[in-house]
Structures are given as structure tokens and as C-alpha cells.
């Protein structure tokens, strides 16, 4: 055998013993109906989506026990109980129903520069809440003492999870906020 084909036939066998190494591999089963997927889906695949309603009741009683284990780790003051309040209700996630969304179908209706003019709009308003809460975590934080400050902080910089400052995994958290993780 010369060295070409012989690399040839060795290409070739190493095909085929990965084409029955795979042929063996049973299929994945899909998830029932209504089920979360937890684990990323592999390349190619999509993963199920939650039902909205369940989306949304999961990010609010995630938000509720955040909230609650970040009153409690402060320690909020009688006095400070009216800024609590504040800020808390500033931190709310908005409902679903209210997150301004693009709707595909009417974008796709769109001249370029309409398109444009719509993204900018949304990033706007974006914009505009993110002031907003950023506004409120301000005037809560100081309110706080030096104790609740440090301890405000340390929570602000870890991840959605818990992991460390920047980097881990779920950086790309929707929900939440600033301090809300």
C-alpha cells in the first residue's frame, strides 16, 4: 500500500467505527409536556420551553426568597423599614403581560429605518427602568449602615447562583437586579 490510500483506508475505518458508536447512542427522550429542562441542550437541539404562566410564578417566588433572604441578612431597622419598602417595590420584576416584547410578525412588516426607530424605542425605555431601579437602590443604600453597606455589596457582586464576582456561570441572568441575586 502506498501512503496516500493507506491514510485513506485509515480515515475511512476510523468513519465508520464512530458511525456504529453513534448508530448504539439511544435517541434522548423528550420532556413531557410542561417540564423544565435544567441541563443546556446539546448542540443543535432546543430545549422546551416552560409555559409562561409557570415562568413567571417560578421568577416571582425566586424573587420573593431572594428579597427575603437579603432583608434578613441586613437586618432592616424599624426606621429603615420605609426605604425597605421602597426599594423592594422598585426591585419588582415586571409581570410578563407588561415586559415590552417585539412581536416578529409586525417587525418583519417593517421598513429597515422603522425597524431602527423601534429598537431604539425599546432601548429606551430599557433605559429608563434601569434608571429607575438604579435610582432606588441609591437612595436604599444610603440608608443603610456601614454593616448593611459592606454586606449589601458583597451580595450586588455575586452571581444569580451565588458563584463570584464576574465570569461564572449564569452571567447572562435575566431577572433579578441590582443586589437581587
Sequence with gaps: MTYA????????????????????????????????????????????RMDPAQRQQRMAERHTKRIADLKAQLQITPAQEG???????AMQPPAEAQRPR????????????????????????????????????????????????KIYDERAMRGPRGEGKRGGPGMHHHGGGHGMR
Design 5 to 48: 490510500p493507506k491514510r485513506l483506508f485509515i480515515a475511512t475505518l476510523l468513519v465508520a467505527t464512530g458511525a456504529v458508536a453513534i448508530a448504539q447512542t439511544p435517541a434522548p427522550t423528550p420532556p413531557a409536556a410542561g417540564e423544565f429542562v435544567t441541563q443546556r441542550a446539546a448542540p443543535g437541539e432546543r430545549r422546551a
Design 102 to 149: 417585539m412581536n416578529r410578525t409586525e417587525i418583519e412588516q417593517l421598513s429597515t429605518p422603522q425597524r431602527i426607530d423601534r429598537m431604539q424605542q425599546f432601548a429606551t425605555e430599557r433605559q429608563a427602568r434601569m434608571q429607575r431601579r438604579g435610582d432606588a437602590v441609591k437612595t436604599f443604600y444610603a440608608q443603610l449602615t456601614p454593616a448593611q453597606q
Design 83 to 89: 426605604a425597605w419598602n421602597a426599594y423592594s417595590a
